[in-house]
């Protein structure tokens, strides 16, 4: 078990370094810098451009500035916003828990109504209930997230009035942040209603991010179960007698799981890209937004910093999915 | 077990509400995060609306709805006869805020003014680097390191400004975001504790609201400043939500969350309009969009070739079709909210024939010219890729061939700077002082030619008129110069001035007392809001 850790976490070396390199050079191959954009229409003199970016030192060559860049990193330092001039790992690790509270309640959300609902589209394959389980998550899952989160919100914030538009909690309450959850945060808060209020404002967004994972997983998992429970060794349990529930409940679920846990990690990058769309719908302070303000803006620092820091995450958490499998599927590990 | 829950809570916030009742609070749904809290920093309008409207003040103000200066912070001026020194009074006994970071000690007096300036144009000053890439881009633009010579304290309530060269737009400059009047009080307090890069986190400065939090890309936190020089604020708390998507704006509106927003979708002022519960007012914009040709390339150094394509052009078919009619056609290039705006000016009507009439007289054949598009939706252009193909077809008609071309953003307005640009070129601006010499000298002046004059075009006539005008301090007399090279401009036509948009604000019917601002800025310090 430990030859497989290791041999995982070595994997992730070369792999950061790798997109570290895209992360860096992507963004300076866009037309356009940070500086130019700053004076807008008003034009800026090709000397005081010069300046600017000799001040910042953006004129170096790319190798060098990569270097320093990377030895930067190494010392924890990943350097500072060009536009709100605060360093990037404080404005990540302020906006993160935002993000990380709502990726948590998606992937909650499209884990406990897909699987059940992958199960059973399987067990009654061909049925109603199948087909519109699976027609619903083609829809779903086709469904472009901006589109989405307007109609929910317009249907239940704008004609309903059941849930509020955007934001993470009622303006009447304030707090300053602990943990940067909001849901624990409103509960140290100690003032009456404002878990209420941040559960509230976490409902549609977690719907609108949960619905592209909760379609995949359900088809997923559906699919996963009819190869299992087409199997043999599920007919000799039938065979023996067991309930249904034991057959289908233990024998193939866990078998089936395999499939279906890759697909949830690999959802993980597929939330991230989502939380970009729907944190700027719902107005949710988190990195998403951040990041897409900053490529705006041309804000080399925050892209490539925050980049890697997303990247970071995605691969740590591929990391846990390798080793979960080992819990799951004993003949990996081995 | 839900309902009851919801109920619960429903009845709990309405009991919160009823306790907090007596506190008027205004919700703004702003439309992005500032970028920071120093304005002299930044050039962005969203962030001088969260810091230099709320928290600061200047030596001079616009009044309120206009683009005219009172005192601010300076009582009253005198210009030395040459133009060139301004000595300012200042207002004694003004406060700055009492925050949980800082608590003054002493009131506003001239140190603070001359801080305020010289970190901005002194490259030796402490505070001129205090954040890595401070550029003091606004103060650049506008031309303070070389115009301004020093800054000088006469006595704690007399400044004097002594200028280079006479500038008579120079007062409406210090009326400006970027000229704001920070502590030096807070400002020492600050580098002493090594905390410089507060100042730009935590601001702290005379204006009508007192900044208490801000939570980053989510909400900004204000409240009344209640030693406020110019009176109390009506409403207690001002919170900003920032909600950067217009139609998000419009349901929270809607839904109560917010009682005010900014640039609403053109699509969606209709349907505000027909709410009961909300009003939209709306004024023009202190903005132009023209197709600047560029005069220094054949045909289009001929004038009688500009005008017959702008006559060619139909601009109300445009503005129909780009601003749904909220928007009003040009015909000069300063807007008409402008003080020396010239109405007796007859614009070059939409005439097909005429125009075909003039190409052929001037010897233009089979014309073939691109037409550059911007990348981008701004005020006074939300889609110029739109009215490139409006254009392209009009000019179709006149036997013109037209292509649209585009780049990205930054790139665009860089490349469309180039004298040998090839094409004419869809762009605008909007008024940084509400000087007529920030359109006319700005972005037609010979100076400008390689840069912001887009047309490349220098007339000697026109640019002695606005030259002029820039060294004389008599209003009267300045409006007279800018007439007059109105008519120039109208009769070179180095652009097809295109549009001045209209700039909408919707709120609910409770806000009494806002005034919109033709410089765009939204200010919240005359603004009340019934129970």
């Keep these: 078990m430990l030859k497989f850790f290791l041999g995982r976490v070595l994997v992730l070396v070369p792999t950061f370094i790798g997109v570290s390199i895209i992360a860096f050079s992507f963004i300076r191959l866009l037309p356009g810098d940070p500086v130019m954009l700053m004076s807008g229409e008003r034009v800026m003199s090709p000397e005081r451009h010069a300046q600017i970016m000799h001040e910042l030192g953006m004129d170096r060559p790319m190798v060098m500035q990569y270097l320093s860049y990377i030895g930067g990193i190494l010392r924890g330092d990943f350097g500072t916003s060009v536009v709100t001039k605060q360093p990037i790992l404080h404005q990540f690790f302020t906006l993160f828990p935002a993000t990380l509270e709502l990726s948590l309640c998606a992937i909650i959300f499209a884990i406990v109504l897909g699987i059940p609902a992958g199960v059973f589209a399987a067990i009654k394959r061909g049925s109603f209930f199948d087909q519109s389980v699976m027609g619903a998550a083609l829809v779903g899952y086709s469904m472009p997230i901006f589109w989405w989160g307007l109609l929910l919100i317009i249907l239940f914030s704008g004609i309903l009035r059941w849930t509020p538009v955007s934001g993470r909690i009622d303006l009447l309450y304030f707090f300053p942040p602990v943990t940067g959850f909001m849901l624990i945060d409103s509960l140290l808060s100690g003032q009456k209603g404002a878990f209420a209020s941040a559960a509230s404002h976490l409902i549609l967004p977690t719907i609108v991010l949960g619905t592209i994972p909760l379609a995949v997983i359900a088809r997923q998992t559906r699919s996963a179960m009819l190869e299992v429970l087409s199997e043999d060794y599920v007919r000799t349990a039938r065979a023996k007698g067991l309930s249904p529930f034991r057959v289908v409940g233990i024998h193939a679920l866990r078998n089936a799981m395999i499939p279906v846990i890759t697909t949830i990690g690999l959802q993980v990058g597929v939330m991230l890209a989502g939380a970009i769309l729907t944190e700027s719908i719902f107005s949710w302070p988190g990195i998403g937004k951040w990041m897409v303000d900053s490529v705006f803006k041309r804000d080399y620092p925050v892209i490539q910093g925050g980049l890697l820091l997303i990247a970071g995450i995605i691969m740590l958490v591929n990391l846990l999915v390798d080793l979960a499998y080992g819990l799951v599927n004993p003949r990996i590990r081995h | ?531």
């Design chain 2, 1 to 531: 077990m839900k309902t009851k829950l919801a109920f619960a809570a429903a009845l709990l916030a309405a009991s919160m509400l009823g306790g907090v009742a007596n506190a008027k609070t205004l919700v703004y749904c702003s439309e992005g995060s500032p970028e920071g809290f120093d304005p002299g920093l930044y050039t962005a309008g969203t962030t001088f609306d969260a810091s230099s409207r709320t928290v600061y003040n200047r030596l001079v103000e616009f009044k309120h709805g206009s683009t005219e200066i009172e005192p601010g912070l300076a009582e009253s001026w005198t210009i030395s006869d040459d133009g060139k020194e301004y000595t300012f009074k200042l207002r004694q006994g003004v406060k700055f805020q009492t925050t949980d970071f800082f608590t003054p000690t002493r009131d506003f007096n001239a140190d603070d003014v001359v801080f305020s300036f010289e970190r901005q144009l002194k490259s030796d000053n402490p505070w001129n680097k205090y954040v890595a890439g401070a550029s003091w881009e606004y103060s650049a633009g506008m031309g303070f390191p070389d115009l301004i010579k020093s800054v000088e304290k006469v006595d704690d309530h007399t400044v004097k400004f002594v200028l280079n060269r006479p500038e008579a737009p120079f007062l409406a400059d210090l009326g400006m975001d970027f000229a704001s009047i920070l502590s030096k009080e807070y400002a020492d307090k600050l580098a002493a504790d090594g905390k410089m890069e507060q100042m730009n986190q935590m601001p702290l400065g005379t204006g009508p609201f007192t900044f208490v939090a801000y939570q980053q890309d989510a909400v900004i936190r204000y409240k009344a400043n209640a030693d406020y020089w110019n009176g109390k604020p009506k409403i207690d708390d001002l919170v900003f939500a920032i909600t950067t998507d217009a139609s998000v704006r419009r349901q929270k509106l809607e839904a109560g969350e917010c009682q005010i927003y900014p640039y609403p979708n053109a699509a969606d002022v209709e349907a505000l309009k027909k709410n009961p519960d909300l009003n939209v007012e709306e004024q023009a914009g202190l903005n132009v969009a023209y197709l600047a040709y560029n005069t220094l390339v054949a045909p289009f150094d001929k004038a009688e070739v500009r005008k017959a394509l702008n006559m060619a052009i139909n601009k109300k078919a445009i503005v129909d079709a780009v601003f749904e009619g909220q928007a009003q056609v040009a015909k000069n290039p300063i807007p008409p909210t402008m003080w020396s705006y010239d109405d007796s000016i007859k614009d070059d009507a939409y005439d097909p024939d005429a125009a075909k009439k003039m190409l052929a007289d001037a010897g233009v054949k089979d014309l073939k010219m691109k037409i550059w598009a911007m990348p981008v939706s701004r005020p006074y252009m939300l889609n110029a890729r739109r009215a490139a193909e409006l254009m392209q077809a009009d000019l179709a008609k006149v036997g013109v061939t037209a292509e649209i071309v585009t780049y990205e953003w930054a790139e665009y307005l860089k490349r469309s700077s180039d004298k040998d640009r090839d094409g004419a070129v869809i762009l605008g601006w909007t008024g940084d002082n509400g000087d007529p010499d920030n359109f006319l000298d700005t972005l037609l002046g010979c100076n400008a030619v390689g840069g912001n004059n887009r047309a490349q075009w220098c007339n000697k006539e026109f640019d002695d008129l606005v030259k002029k005008a820039k060294q004389t301090s008599d209003q009267a007399e300045r409006t007279k110069l800018y007439q007059q090279a109105q008519v120039i401009f109208k009769k070179e036509a180095p652009w097809d001035t295109i549009d001045h948009s209209t700039v909408f604000m919707p709120m609910s019917k409770k806000v009494t007392g806002y005034t919109q601002d033709p410089l765009g800025i939204h200010r919240f310090d005359n603004v009340d809001i019934a129970e």
